[in-house]
């Protein structure tokens, strides 16, 4: 209704009297501020809170937006700790290192040594285990949490369970950074940077492929992301982000042994991240503020309630954990937001003229008309003992719209996933742009210019509409992780989303651009998968049952946008129930019963064949019938 102009513009009787980047501000002016009068204690405890925030950050983004459970981060963290207390106490690491050894540059050198131990070690198990699916790649990291602890607890070198002592602190510019008060500036502005950079990373192209991990990768893969690349890389910042705050706890604590790398630690990372919240990079920082406060707390209190003869901590403990968690299952940073939103409100930014951007982008020249586009030959897909697809053949060409009309269980949508890469043919070739695609994916198909809608809408529900056709513009952009973390890809950016709202506002759907996809009608989700594939400026479209839940008027404007489309010289193959749309719309129709192609030819041609009148007689449908008279 009007959700377009609650989300855009600001109402007159809520306006916000800070806006969120004020406020963080402010609230970092008033940190850094109180940091040398607040109490020695107090000082201590922010810079541990700032050290687990800087893990449960690389969780948060692990978990709550990649959709991978890691319980083994206290590992990644003990890497980092040890890799720099090794190298700055041991005799061999100073006869290997010459001078560096015992000077201010040891921790530097340590600081290297961790990440790149980590980056190769989250490197090579990511490659493994991120394979594993469901709760094996969760149960997976328990196994690696726990050998890498005992591993750091056997090794003689490493100093067993008594651990490493005399490591030495920080030394910036002449400034010896030993205390809580000095190094815990560090903490925090290695917490803030890092909250900065994944901030910037989210809200960028890569971003929105890593938003795709959970619950959208088969979606994603056919708009041309590599989700087996991203998730390792998540995984590997995520363990980069630990090995760092390892490294800045041993220069704080001074000394390092097992205990704080166990597995018992991994999980309470993992509470901080779900508890503050799951998917939002500042729950990070409420989550380990809250756990690491709370744990303070317990150890004062429960002594004295119910005396000293147990341990009630982590019983107490676990129980908190059992109320938030069953209370606000999002954790409890979108609550505290919703509750501030009354003052704090986003400010939209301002539009881009689109014309000037979209320049930028990646431009595909479409094939001239006539084109042979797609070719399937003699296409066959059986499971087990039924033949889905039985030598299907099919051609399609640029500026045609072709149609595959069967009744259900025909084979149409297994035939389409694999003229898109989803499923490999049991036999038979596909040939895209005169390329042979055999054993390739979806998104080498997305990369030689397909675009594609599914049959079961597949939009990320949370997100805006906007932001789910800038998906689809994926390939069109080239700026990377970094670019993106370092606010580098911002006029890439622009163009991208200029691009997605021209797709959107062609499609019909301008009012909805900001309003999550999940608020839209079934119809208009369909819709919003058409801009998506616009968005790439594919040479072929398939579209899998497009008109299915739209009303008169948004079928006949869908038709004017295909026929629009097709004028452009675009290729068309669709799927779709309804007769009548597709009798006035295409300029072929493929026919399949049982798997096969029963007949091919032109609207007339087949309305006029008897084995078609037959097959849709047979069937519950005699819509046919009717589009024929
Ligand atoms: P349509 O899209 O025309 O309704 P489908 O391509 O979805 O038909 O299905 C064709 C046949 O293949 C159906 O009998 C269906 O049950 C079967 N089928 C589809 N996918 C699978 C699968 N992954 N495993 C086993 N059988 C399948
Ligand atoms: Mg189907």
Request: hydrophobic fraction near 35%.
């Given at each position: 209704m009007n959700s377009s102009t609650t989300s855009m513009a600001v109402p007159d009787e809520g306006r916000p009297l800070v806006t969120p980047r004020t406020l963080t501000l402010a609230c970092i002016a008033t940190l850094a501020l109180a940091w040398g009068w607040l109490p020695e204690f107090t000082v201590a405890v922010l810079s541990n809170i700032g050290l687990y925030a800087l893990v449960a950050v690389g969780l948060v983004m692990l978990t709550g937006v990649g959709g991978m459970t890691s319980f083994g981060q206290a590992a990644f963290v003990g890497m980092g700790a040890y890799a720099t207390a090794w190298l700055c106490t041991s005799p061999e690491a100073a006869s290997w290192l010459g001078g560096i050894a015992g000077t201010a540059l040891a921790p530097w050198a340590g600081l290297l040594l961790g990440l790149v131990l980590t980056f190769g070690l989250a490197w090579a198990l990511g490659a493994v285990t991120l394979k594993l699916s469901g709760h094996y790649l969760p149960l997976c990291t328990i196994a690696w949490g726990l050998s890498l602890y005992f591993l750091l607890g056997n090794m003689a070198f490493l100093g067993g369970q008594t651990g490493i002592t005399g490591v030495p602190p920080l030394v910036v510019a002449g400034v010896s950074l030993a205390t809580p008060r000095a190094l815990g500036v560090v903490v925090w502005a290695v917490l803030l940077l890092a909250l900065w950079a994944l901030h910037n990373l989210l809200d960028s192209r890569e971003g929105r492929a890593i938003r795709a991990l959970k619950g959208g990768r088969l979606m994603a893969e056919s708009m041309g992301v590599d989700t087996a690349r991203h998730r390792i890389k998540l995984f590997v910042l995520a363990a980069l982000l630990a090995a760092v705050s390892g490294w800045l706890y041993a220069h704080l604590q001074r000394f390092v042994n097992p205990t704080p790398f166990h597995l018992n630690i991994g999980i309470e990372l993992l509470f901080m991240a779900?508890?503050?919240?799951?998917?939002h990079l500042w729950g990070a920082v409420l989550g380990a503020a809250l756990i690491t406060l709370l744990k303070e707390k317990l150890q004062d209190l429960l002594p004295a309630l119910l005396g000293t003869?147990?341990?009630f901590e982590v019983v107490v403990f676990g129980l908190l954990m059992l109320f938030v968690l069953q209370r606000f299952a999002d954790g409890l940073w979108p609550t505290l937001a919703r509750v501030a939103r009354r003052w704090v409100r986003p400010v939209a930014p301002a539009p881009v003229g689109a014309a000037l951007l979209s320049a930028q982008l990646a431009q595909r020249q479409l094939p001239a008309k006539g084109t042979l586009l797609l070719q399937a030959e003699a296409v066959s897909k059986r499971f087990g003992g039924l033949v889905a697809n039985d030598a299907i053949s099919l051609r399609l060409h640029a500026g045609e719209v072709h149609a595959l009309i069967?009744?259900?269980?025909?084979?149409?949508?297994?035939?389409f996933n694999m003229v898109s890469g989803v499923a490999d043919p049991t036999s038979g070739t596909v040939q895209l742009l005169g390329a042979a695609m055999a054993g390739q994916p979806s998104r080498a198909f997305a990369a030689r210019g397909m675009g594609r809608t599914f049959q079961h809408v597949r939009l990320l529900g949370q997100r805006s509409v906007l932001e789910n056709v800038a998906l689809g513009a994926h390939l069109r952009g080239r700026r990377g992780w970094l670019a993106a973390m370092l606010r580098l890809d911002?006029?890439?950016e622009a163009a991208l989303l200029a691009e997605a709202r021209r797709q959107i506002e062609r499609c019909g759907l301008g009012a909805h651009a900001d309003t999550p996809a999940a608020a839209l009608s079934l119809g208009q989700q369909r819709v919003v998968e058409i801009a998506r594939a616009l968005a790439g400026q594919p040479a072929v479209l398939l579209l899998d049952e497009p008109a299915a839940g739209l009303r008169h008027l948004e079928k006949r404007a869908l038709s004017d946008l295909l026929v629009q489309l097709r004028a452009e010289g675009l290729g068309i193959l669709?799927?779709?129930?309804d007769m009548e749309f597709v009798m006035n719309l295409a300029d072929r129709i493929t026919?399949?019963?049982?798997g096969r192609v029963i007949a091919s030819g032109t609207p007339a041609q087949v309305q006029a064949d008897p084995r078609v009148l037959e097959a849709y007689l047979g069937g519950a449908d005699d819509e046919l019938l009717e589009a024929a008279r």
């Open positions: 779900v508890v503050g919240g799951a998917g003869s147990g341990n069967g009744p259900n269980g025909a084979g149409k949508s297994t035939f911002r006029s890439e669709v799927v779709e129930h026919v399949l019963e049982f």
